[in-house]
């Protein structure tokens, strides 16, 4: 059955290091996405992607990067972890690139958790 | 500033009882969807609505889009423990193909 895995599911660093977490799809989607979860703020959009090569940033990216190299994957980087970054990650992926929204359906993967000490 | 402002924030009810949580917006949307997620997991897709006063119906659960497609709701019948989670609406952004989440709802069900 296809999937969407993110690795790893725990993480705890330190102020200042650089953390790459990882995203990997077995849809063959196009479009993939990651978000932030923290309380009070629902989901909140970090980087997306509409193919390989194709990355952007959304509402919450500053201190985060992505880069897609294949259809499977988009890792995430934070460059130099702060405390703010705190949170649970959760990386998605649908199918259409455009088309009718109304039928875009996200498939999230379980969320990594990562704390910055 | 959220575009999807969902109410109530936590919601702790017994089962059997009825329920409805809200999503409002001063923007139109061409659509809005529906997730659960459950502790530890990520958010599943439970309904799409995509027309101004569409009412869809998945078993116990009633979702309706607002006549002006600004708001929607999601009521539960006789609610049960497996209910419980947290409640998040999403609309797109545009034609993109982008989703915008709510701040979502936390409902708790006990015996």
């Known amino acids: 059955d296809a999937e969407i895995t993110q690795s790893p599911r725990h993480k705890i660093t330190e102020t200042g290091r650089q953390v790459t977490l990882a995203c990997h799809q077995t849809?063959?989607?196009?479009?993939m996405f990651w978000y932030r979860q923290d309380l009070g703020h629902g989901l909140r959009l970090i980087h997306y992607?509409?193919?390989?090569?194709?990355?952007n940033k959304g509402e919450v990216s500053d201190g985060y990067s992505v880069s897609r190299s294949n259809t499977e994957d988009l890792p995430l980087t934070l460059e130099s972890a702060a405390s703010s970054q705190t949170s649970v990650y959760f990386c998605?992926?649908?199918?259409?690139?455009?088309?009718?929204?109304?039928?875009?359906?996200?498939?999230f993967g379980p969320g990594t958790r990562l704390t910055v000490l | 500033t959220q575009l999807l402002e969902q109410s109530p924030q936590f919601l702790s009810i017994q089962e059997g009882e009825n329920l409805t949580v809200y999503c409002n917006s001063s923007?139109?949307?061409?659509?809005l969807q529906w997730y659960r997620q459950e502790p530890g997991e990520g958010p599943v897709l439970l309904v799409t609505v995509v027309t101004g006063g569409e009412v869809k119906k998945l078993k116990r659960l009633t979702f309706q889009f607002g006549d002006a497609r600004k708001d929607s709701s999601l009521h539960i019948t006789a609610a049960q423990p497996g209910d419980t989670g947290l409640y998040l609406c999403a609309g797109p952004l545009g034609t993109a193909s982008k989703l915008t989440f709510g701040t979502g709802t936390r409902l708790q069900v006990t015996l």
């Open positions: 849809w063959n989607h196009n479009n």
């Open positions: 992607s509409y193919g390989v090569q194709d990355t």
């Open positions: 923007s139109v949307f061409s659509s």
């Open positions: 998605a992926s649908s199918r259409l690139a455009g088309g009718h929204a109304a039928y875009n359906e996200q498939f």
